[in-house]
């Protein structure tokens, strides 16, 4: 098969970061960029040796280079871009969250759907080994049967009132941007959520900038869930069961090692040693998927991507009505 050659949108800073780490990935090539500016598409295709560089989706799609268009534009851009990807058949890794409401991601899994083509949020902490692993941990009831997801995302944003993080015309907010990584580890290790509570704080230009949110699950079990980006926060994640705890430490969503603990008995430390952020291993595996013919991923799918939108619009909502 040969390599899946990706059409790249935008140049900001997670292209850049996506850009650098592709390089450890397998079964794929990165071919041409789109930026609103040719100087900028061409710098880009420059410093990481594309093909390809336009200033037009559209012309990027026609040019027929493409396997697979990888979206980085801001979130309120997500939708549009990959709407157009899709009804020209080609298949779309969107950058999370996939768009700003639930209506618009449902719209586009159907789209897809109907169209048969891939389409993927790119919520890369699902491919990352340490998380696969404590899944494998779960699943053998290492920890017993599990109750509580902690989890928290946070930094200190300084950055201008129109930049995207605090924009709300470029869907700013930390729940859309970091808050969906927590609410994403919830519901991967304890499922469908059944009812929820949160607190927001809403800063100056009205995208909310801190909260905590509390969700029970259908299944059972509870979350307690922070997420800020007006101030640090640990970003680590703990996972208690009735025999013990695997604690996910600094920078969870793009673990490097697991500590495990079990009542009485000393911790046992598991590291996962990798090149780079990660991003090559979510690269690698939408490579296989598209290879395999597949119109959608196996181990993140479209349900955990509706499910998770779902959930983000009824806070959004709750919050609205505040
Ligand atoms: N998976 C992860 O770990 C991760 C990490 C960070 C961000 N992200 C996601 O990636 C997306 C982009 O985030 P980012 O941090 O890369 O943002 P960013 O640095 O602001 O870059 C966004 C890029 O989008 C393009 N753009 C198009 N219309 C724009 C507009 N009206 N205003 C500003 N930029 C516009 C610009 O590229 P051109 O000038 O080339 O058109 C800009 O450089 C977001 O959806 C975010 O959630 C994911």
Known sequence: MSAIRWGI????????????????SRGGVLSAVCSRRQNDAEGFAREFGLEHAYSSLEDMLRGGQLDLLYIASPH???????????????PVLCEKPMTTTLQATEALYEAADKAGVFLM??????????IIEMLEWIREGRIGEVKT????????????????????????????????????????????VASMDSRVEIGETGVD??????????GGGTSSLTASIDRFLPNNAIISGTRG??????????????????????PEWASFDFAGAG????????????????THSPLYT?????????????????????
């Open 209 to 218: 900038v801190h909260e905590d949110i509390w969700l029970e699950h259908a």
């Open 245 to 266: 705890y695997i604690e996910i430490p600094g920078h969870w969503f793009a673990a490097k090692s697991l500590r495990y603990c079990l009542e009485g008995k000393e």
């Open 121 to 130: 949020e790119a919520l890369w902490t699902r491919f990352n080994p340490a």
């Open 9 to 24: 949108l935008s140049t900001g800073n997670m292209a850049r970061q996506f850009a650098e780490d592709f390089q450890y």
């Open 302 to 322: 479209p349900q955990d991507s509706i499910r998770l939108a779902r959930t983000m619009n009824l806070l959004l909502d709750q919050w609205k009505t505040e």
């Open 76 to 90: 309120s851009h997500h939708f549009d871009a990959a709407m157009t990807a899709l009804k020209a058949g080609v």
């Open 149 to 192: 997801v902690h989890a928290n995302f946070g930094f200190a944003v300084n950055v201008e009132p129109d930049h995207r993080l605090l924009n709300p015309a470029l869907g700013g907010g930390a729940l859309l941007d970091v808050g969906i990584y927590p609410l994403f580890l919830a519901q991967l290790v304890l499922g469908e």
């Open 279 to 294: 991003w090559h291993l979510e690269a690698t595996h939408v490579n296989e998927c598209l290879s395999e013919g597949r």
